[in-house]
């Protein structure tokens, strides 16, 4: 809304002019498109961008200048940071540059795997919970058990059962996620229900599979998306803190958990073996949360205001 | 009021129950034969079968799980199969170290992050509050080991003045004892504190649009009094539910800093019970921390009646 004012008219002499009023809202230029989108929503942009570069770094991490992160060199171990070991080298010789790129790999495979499969377990979940109801009172049930097991503790007391490989830490992360998604997915269901819309749709015919399908599926979404990308920035900690705690992966893939793992024994006097993975584990964990962040304000306005 | 925190109580008889039975059928589904452990490498199938049938371990799921829930009602949480001392004298001589930590941090997250998120609230689109929620945000982001060995690296070895690692107990005094928790509190309360001041922010946001405040404001009182009596109890409800939720932070984070910290509490227990697969201990450690967990979310529900006399049930 932006208030006229008759400044550029010629005013005959002695005529007071009223005080040119400020505008009550400043014009909102709206830009179309992807990189329009990107240019209103910066933390989105920077937070999309930096993990992009991490998955670039994933994906080429063979081509970046890495020997073999399994590497033994007893010789040359625990060298500081040189031309030769960019980021040092550890107790046992290996090149904690390589490893450090390679450990990108299990860390977002494990943080995109378990936002996907917790995000599709929740919402299948939730949206039973949400719609049946005499289903309602047994999975809620359930679901509150679960959810009064602290996370991490959850993940650890199912690696202790099974061995330690990349495809179980996953399983275990998705099982500690999978109840918070569902409770945020059903409390969405039960919201959309009472919609004057779904009552339309009811009072004109349609099938309930229908319904959740057209009206109430694509409205869970928007929040999904939000959500998911926390769960894939707390399933990365997660993850390293079972490498960390020697229940997460096994030793021999290195992951960033493993690698600070292992310098462990040696950080107070050789740190770097330590600081390498532990800077790129928050650069990448931050630049989900911008992304989530960043999402969250396109997505819902009316919560970006006061969070 | 007194009927709705009786139910309330009786609401969390079903879901410790559901972590029960979840508990249980960790044991029950663990990998190892917990008879042919105890019999030895010399045994006879039929000294396994013995011990096995002593045990109760041939008998029904249900049966079995009625049998341990009885044992754990009656304070007995079983015997770790590598000590072979009972598992509630293990935790006994841990627990110390952990309630303490994560005492100190619950006291420290408070002190810190509600005055923060309130003057975040209150000069709302300032750099002060740009400058506290970009903190907010970095904090979140950084996984508790990092904040822990960061911390250690800058106080403890660079500047010495406190100690890198280890713990002692209250008995020996309240400085030695602060002085050894001072720098894992403020690590394991980093991501609680970005958390805690969060929610404080939008909060006290909601309410300090409110015509009442306008009125307090209208009426002459200094500011100080609107935020921190008149807006703050009104915006108390979420900010004490996310604290009650926080505190499976706390208790996630506290098995990490003791390991960083090397400080001899349940968490190093814990990841000692993992190596070995010391099945009951783990057991024991997610029983107690969940009936931790769910008794301070009672605590929670029963503070909002005294907290907001609005509330009604």
Redesign the interface.
Known sequence: MTVLTTSTVQMPPGLVVAPRLPDLLLPVRVRRGVLGFLRNHPTVAIGGALLLLLVLIGVLAPWLGTVDPTALAPARRTRAPSAEFWFGSDMLGRDVYSRVLYGTRVSLTVGLSVAALASFAGLVIGLVSGTVRWADGIIM??I???M???????A??????TRGSVGNVILAITTAEIPRVSRLVRGVVLSLREQPYVDAATASGTRTPMIILRHILPNTLGPMLVQATYIC?SAM??E??LS????GTPPTIPSWGNI?AEG?AL??IK?YI??FP??F??VT??AV??LG?GLRDALDPRMA??? | MLSYILRRILSTIPVMAIVALFVFSLLYIAPGDPAAVIAGDQASPADVERIRQSLGLDRPFLVQFGSWLWHILHGDLGTSIFTNLPVTALIAQRIEPTLSLMVLTLVLTIVVAVPLGVVAAWKAGSWIDRAIMGFAVFAFSLPVFVVGYVLAYVFALQFEWLPVQGYTPLAEGLWPWLQNLILPAVALGSVYIALIARITRASMLEVLQQDYIRTARAKGLDQRSILFVHALKNAAVPIVTVIGIGVALLIGGAVVTESVFAIPGLGRLTIDAILRRDYPVIQGIVLLFSFLYVLVNLMVDVTYTLVDPRIRY
């Open positions: 049930r359930f509150d058990g679960l009064s097991i602290p996370p991490i503790l959850l650890v007391a199912l690696m202790a059962l920035a900690i997660v390293s803190i960390f705690i020697g229940a600070m462990r950080w107070q740190p330590v600081f532990a800077a584990l928050s964990v931050l949360n911008l962040d205001k006061s969070l």
